[in-house]
């Protein structure tokens, strides 16, 4: 059963890795808030005609909070990053997550730290930046911190999403976060911009993939992980997405791998198996208790 419910989740960061394709070749640089709202608002309005099934009242501020963390902040901080660094350098800010997921799962959820999952958190950044940070890659402040920020908005979001189950199905739970998060963009979105923008046909096909495909479909999947996974178990399977970038990228547009990026590929894959059976390893005393 784990078997299965990994495989599921895993969907999730392997359609996100196709972002980058997606994004350079459908959609223009616009505003990070556009991006991120146009994302969100659509698919959350979406799975609510899905489903016909509003949130309680007391569950509205737990929403908001929950929205806000990991759709409204993160994707802004996501695309903020994606249109000031270079793609290998956010994606090795974002593969932070795992060592962040680890201590914040102690805190907040009480787990205890292991030593082999940080050790496998701390590969996963290797191997993301063995495969895709190059020598030229540039720095940008603002971009950095976006990327640091956005690893934390998203571990922290994950632990506040496992403390409680919602009360309702994962997919009228997803469709209730969704919308919460779009709409608390709209108004800052509006706020922010000095004119509204133009969209070709090329443009809204590429955010409707964005917002359907890599919105909808694939938090459902990754919330439903969340709810029945390890939370340092989940968080690594985040380096699939630049696995799948750089895959992507050699297979529709004609890119190299070279032999430092299949050894980041390794020590990523290899990151991703320990930090699955490191749950299995329990400390001999904590065993005999």
């Keep these: 059963m784990q078997s299965r419910d ?7 960061p392997i359609v996100w890795g196709s972002s980058y394709i997606v994004t350079t070749t459908f959609l223009p640089e616009h505003s990070p808030l556009t ?11 979406l799975l609510l005609v899905l489903v016909r099934q509003l949130p309680p009242l007391a569950w509205v501020p737990r929403l908001l909070v929950l929205g806000a963390l990991n759709f409204s902040i993160f994707w802004v901080l996501l695309f903020t990053t994606a249109y000031r660094l270079p793609g290998g350098v956010g ?23 292991r030593g082999v999952q940080v050790m496998a958190a701390a590969l996963s950044v290797a191997g993301v930046a063995l495969l895709v ?5 540039k720095l940008d402040t603002l971009g950095v911190v976006a990327g640091l920020a ?25 469709a209730w976060e969704l919308t919460a998060g779009g709409l608390l963009l709209l108004p800052v979105t509006i706020w922010a911009l000095p004119e509204m923008p133009q969209f070709s046909g090329q443009n809204i096909l590429g955010l409707a993939y964005m917002s359907l495909i890599g919105g909808a479909l694939t938090y459902v999947l990754w919330f439903r992980g969340i709810a029945r996974l390890e939370p340092a178990s989940v968080s690594l399977l985040g380096v699939l997405s630049p696995l799948a970038a750089v895959i992507l990228g050699w297979a529709f547009m004609g890119e190299v791998l070279s032999p430092k990026q299949a050894l980041g590929a390794g020590l990523a894959l290899f990151s991703l198996w320990l930090g699955q059976v490191s749950w299995r ?6 065993a005999s208790a």
Excluded: C, N
């Design 6 to 12: 990994l495989i599921l989740t895993a969907i999730a």
């Design 150 to 174: 956005g690893a934390v908005t998203m571990a922290g979001g994950g632990g506040v999403s496992r403390k409680r189950e919602p009360p309702v199905s994962l997919l009228a739970y997803t």
């Design 133 to 137: 940070l190059t020598p030229a890659a």
């Design 35 to 45: 991006v991120a709202l146009l994302r969100a608002l659509p698919a959350g309005l």
């Design 281 to 286: 390893w329990r400390p001999r005393k904590l």
């Design 91 to 113: 994606a090795t800010l974002g593969a932070v997550q795992p060592l962040v997921v680890v201590f914040l799962s102690a805190l907040v959820l009480k787990t205890p730290v």
